[in-house]
């Protein structure tokens, strides 16, 4: 079991950016697939972007590729997400998320909550237009 705490969300208008930051423990940190959900208000929580552990292959939901990247460090246990050209609509709730399972394996998805077992608190990402 890994802990994850996101930090980094804030209030920014359209068109703004922002980068996300997830500290993980644990000393087999590099051996987890990591990903990037958000849960908007009144809504289910949606796939944002994976990265797989060795860093060279990374994943993103159609409505933020082109403008999300996301990277890991690590050296530094660290994941994250810089998110550009804010829309109003990616305003929610971000959660940092690992897979110690190998959970991706089972359901052949990184696009899928249940790939994951392990979850950071969350960090409020508001775009305003």
Same mark, same amino acid.
């Given at each position: 079991?890994?802990?994850?705490? /996101?930090?980094?969300?804030?209030?920014?208008?359209?068109?703004?950016?922002?980068?996300?930051?997830?500290?993980?423990?644990g000393r087999t940190f590099s051996n987890y697939g990591m990903?990037?959900?958000?849960?908007?208000?009144?809504?289910?929580? /949606?796939?944002?972007?994976?990265?797989?552990?060795?860093?060279?292959?990374?994943?993103?939901?159609?409505?933020?590729?082109?403008?999300?990247?996301i990277s890991r460090d690590n050296a530094k246990n660290m994941?994250?997400?810089?998110?550009?050209?804010?829309?109003?609509?990616?305003?929610?709730v971000y959660y940092c998320a690992a897979d110690t399972s190998?959970?991706?394996?089972?359901?052949?998805?990184?696009?899928?909550? /249940?790939?994951?077992?392990?979850?950071?608190?969350?960090?409020?990402?508001?775009?305003?237009?």
């Amino acid at each position: 079991q890994v802990q994850l705490v /996101e930090s980094g969300g804030g209030l920014v208008q359209a068109g703004g950016s922002l980068r996300l930051s997830c500290a993980a423990s644990g000393r087999t940190f590099s051996n987890y697939g990591m990903g990037w959900f958000r849960r908007a208000p009144g809504k289910e929580r /949606e796939f944002v972007a994976a990265i797989s552990w060795s860093g060279f292959s990374t994943y993103y939901a159609n409505s933020v590729k082109g403008r999300f990247t996301i990277s890991r460090d690590n050296a530094k246990n660290m994941v994250y997400l810089q998110m550009n050209s804010q829309k109003p609509e990616d305003t929610a709730v971000y959660y940092c998320a690992a897979d110690t399972s190998n959970l991706i394996g089972r359901y052949g998805s990184r696009w899928r909550s /249940e790939s994951y077992d392990s979850w950071g608190q969350g960090t409020q990402v508001t775009v305003s237009s």
